[in-house]
């Protein structure tokens, strides 16, 4: 049987209607992101889907005069109000909301109404049948949990959508972010054979090694670690094994100097060891020429370029500048532990890295920020680059610590133009991307504007809401203001890849989660 909620009052639209309904005592009837239904004003047997935006509590009587009237009396602890005769049953208290009506689906189709809704109108609560039905999935889709208020409704993601037109998962710390961008790894690898690729800052997806459940054996046998040779990769690696019971076997990653582009290169440099202007334009006349001959040989080292700049840079600038250029690139080529320096050492296959049924999580802890961001520029500037060739499957490249990598404004990385023509264009040669974020006000406007699904945990500073509410053609105001309370596990989805903006209840992990925050008494122990 339908349980109706409210009633229709005042001016309304086929879009935006208002409600009134009556609060019991010990619990509301309806609540702030509920669904709904009405019934079409014109086609009677027609129901619509609703979703309540707005909700306030009103009491008529309870006016400023009545509350100061009451103030005295109420200070005695054990005086109820209706001790003294006021009986909220009888004296016009009301809950006003508003609802945004969502349509119907119909035949893959969702189909609006067209005529405004009459005063007087019955809401009734949306009964799981009926979302089940205008929920339904489509083939191209993964569940990552429940609705938050209908736990026996499945929440699905159509991931042609999330892939393909990107999306990004926003939260403040501690709210969640790796733990969902993990439950959306572990659903399209079990249900795809679609490569993903990961760029870890902090070693928290080489967990999705360690399986849980069945769910989590067939994700985790997809898994292969890439990681660099550094100070701390050992560590790592000992407290990986320690903590999870399993050896992360992790292929070392090589790249060539000579794969740096211009633009990267130039960064680097002016970054670490403060470049001049007449040792850029020698490095800008010379790269071209260093990047076509390690194409023609395979392999230069660091005498190798040194022999192009000084046959290619005279005349360009003063000798004393392309001495020091070359004194500059030896020290970063000396550096950078993946910058390839040996025959033995092999380099990184990216046809390796983006491999139909694999996961590979490139794990950049223990590198410098700037070595980061050169690392995830050279590979997924090869990434797209091999794609649009046709060398490569379509892949799905994650971001973590995104704002690290494409920040906003004009603060230049040697990985923000590689991300934003992957923002850019990646749609036409399906490389997907997901940026993930503390801070999406730190994030590059454009980049965060191409992500068309956004998932959003907890945010609660006003300048990252502010800026999440600019940026997003779907998250209203009323929306941010319930993100800000959150609890964990919950999120709210927005854009094409959810047939309306749900609240969901992200389920549990197949495999470990490694993003959990230490305990500060089992740390201290340690010493």
């Given at each position: 049987?339908?349980?109706?909620?409210?009633v229709?009052?005042?001016?309304?639209?086929?879009?935006?209607?208002?409600?009134?309904?009556a609060?019991?005592?010990?619990?509301m009837?309806?609540w702030r992101?509920?669904?709904?239904?009405?019934?079409?004003p014109?086609?009677?047997d027609?129901?619509?889907?609703?979703?309540?935006?707005?909700l306030?509590?009103?009491?008529?009587?309870?006016d400023?005069?009545?509350?100061?009237?009451l103030l005295?009396l109420?200070?005695?602890?054990?005086?109820?109000?209706?001790?003294?005769?006021?009986?909220?049953d009888?004296?016009?208290?009301?809950?006003?909301?508003?609802?945004?009506?969502?349509?119907?689906?119909?035949?893959?189709?969702?189909?609006?109404?067209?005529y405004?809704?009459?005063p007087?109108?019955?809401?009734?609560?949306?009964?799981?049948?009926?979302?089940r039905?205008q929920?339904?999935?489509?083939?191209?889709?993964?569940?990552?949990?429940?609705?938050r208020?209908?736990t026996?409704v499945?929440?699905?993601?159509d991931?042609q959508?999330?892939v393909?037109?990107?999306?990004?998962?926003?939260?403040?710390?501690?709210?969640?972010?790796?733990?969902?961008?993990?439950?959306?790894?572990?659903?399209?690898a079990?249900?795809?054979k679609l490569?993903i690729?990961?760029?870890d800052p902090?070693?928290?997806y080489?967990?999705?090694?360690?399986a849980?459940?069945d769910?989590?054996?067939?994700?985790?046998?997809?898994?292969?670690?890439?990681?660099?040779?550094?100070?701390?990769?050992?560590?790592?690696?000992?407290?990986?094994?320690?903590?999870?019971?399993?050896?992360?076997?992790?292929?070392?990653?090589?790249?060539?100097?000579?794969d740096?582009?211009?633009?990267?290169i130039?960064?680097?440099?002016?970054?670490?060891?403060?470049?001049?202007?007449?040792q850029?334009r020698?490095?800008?006349?010379?790269?071209?020429?260093?990047?076509?001959?390690?194409?023609?040989?395979g392999?230069?080292?660091?005498?190798?370029?040194?022999e192009?700049?000084?046959?290619?840079?005279?005349?360009?600038?003063?000798?004393?500048?392309?001495?020091?250029?070359?004194?500059?690139l030896?020290?970063?080529y000396?550096?950078?532990?993946?910058?390839?320096k040996d025959?033995?050492?092999?380099?990184?296959?990216i046809?390796d890295?983006v491999?139909?049924?694999?996961?590979?999580?490139?794990?950049?802890a223990?590198?410098?920020?700037?070595?980061?961001?050169?690392l995830?520029?050279?590979l997924?500037s090869?990434?797209?680059?091999?794609?649009?060739?046709?060398?490569?499957?379509p892949a799905?490249?994650?971001?973590?610590?995104?704002h690290r990598?494409?920040?906003?404004?004009?603060?230049?990385?040697a990985?923000k133009?590689?991300?934003l023509?992957?923002?850019?264009?990646?749609r036409?040669?399906?490389i997907?991307?997901?940026?993930?974020?503390q801070?999406?006000?730190?994030?590059?406007?454009?980049?965060?504007?191409?992500?068309?699904?956004?998932i959003?945990l907890?945010l609660?500073?006003?300048?990252?809401q502010?800026?999440?509410?600019?940026?997003?053609?779907?998250?209203?105001?009323?929306?941010?203001?319930?993100v800000?309370?959150?609890?964990?596990?919950?999120?709210?989805?927005?854009g094409?890849s959810?047939?309306?903006?749900l609240?969901?209840k992200?389920?549990?992990?197949?495999?470990?989660?490694?993003?959990m925050?230490?305990?500060?008494k089992?740390?201290?122990?340690k010493?």
């Open positions: 049987m339908e349980k109706m909620i409210g229709i009052f005042g001016v309304t639209s086929p879009h935006i209607v208002q409600f009134a309904a609060p019991t005592d010990k619990m009837n309806v992101g509920q669904f709904v239904m009405l019934y079409d014109i086609q009677k027609k129901r619509y889907l609703g979703r309540v935006l707005k306030e509590r009103r009491n008529l009587l309870m400023e005069t009545m509350a100061s009237q005295n109420l200070r005695d602890p054990d005086l109820a109000l209706e001790d003294i005769g006021f009986r909220r009888i004296v016009g208290e009301v809950l006003i909301g508003e609802v945004e009506i969502m349509g119907v689906r119909k035949n893959g189709i969702i189909e609006h109404p067209k405004p809704f009459a007087g109108t019955r809401i009734y609560k949306a009964d799981v049948d009926f979302l039905e929920l339904k999935p489509s083939e191209e889709s993964i569940s990552i949990g429940t609705l208020d209908e026996d499945q929440a699905y993601l991931y959508e999330l393909s037109k990107h999306f990004s998962v926003l939260a403040m710390t501690g709210g969640g972010k790796s733990y969902t961008v993990g439950v959306i790894i572990e659903s399209l079990k249900d795809t490569p690729v990961i760029f902090h070693s928290e080489s967990s999705l090694l360690r849980k459940n769910n989590g054996k067939v994700v985790s046998q997809k898994v292969k670690i890439f990681t660099t040779k550094n100070s701390s990769s050992e560590k790592i690696n000992e407290r990986f094994k320690d903590r999870f019971g399993v050896n992360r076997a992790a292929t070392d990653i090589y790249i060539q100097l000579a740096l582009e211009s633009y990267q130039t960064h680097l440099l002016k970054i670490l060891y403060d470049l001049s202007d007449p850029r020698v490095l800008e006349a010379v790269w071209e020429e260093v990047r076509e001959e390690r194409k023609r040989s392999y230069l080292t660091i005498e190798d370029i040194k192009i700049i000084d046959r290619e840079g005279a005349g360009v600038a003063k000798e004393i500048a392309v001495r020091m250029l070359k004194t500059k030896e020290l970063l000396k550096s950078v532990l993946f910058f390839k025959v033995s050492q092999p380099e990184i296959e046809a890295l491999k139909i049924n694999r996961i590979s999580v490139v794990d950049l223990g590198l410098s920020l700037p070595h980061q961001q050169a995830i520029a050279v997924s090869q990434i797209l680059e091999k794609r649009m060739e046709g060398g490569l499957p799905f490249l994650v971001f973590e610590e995104a990598f494409v920040p906003i404004g004009s603060i230049a990385t990985s133009p590689t991300i023509k992957i923002a850019q264009e990646g036409k040669f399906l997907g991307m997901a940026l993930v974020s801070r999406p006000s730190a994030l590059d406007d454009d980049a965060l504007s191409q992500c068309n699904t956004q959003i907890r609660t500073n006003p300048v990252d502010s800026y999440v509410r600019k940026v997003s053609e779907w998250v209203t105001s009323e929306d941010l203001e319930e800000r309370a959150l609890p964990p596990g919950e999120a709210y989805i927005f094409p959810v047939r309306v903006s609240p969901v992200i389920r549990e992990r197949w495999t470990e989660h490694g993003g925050t230490p305990k500060i089992e740390e201290l122990e010493f």
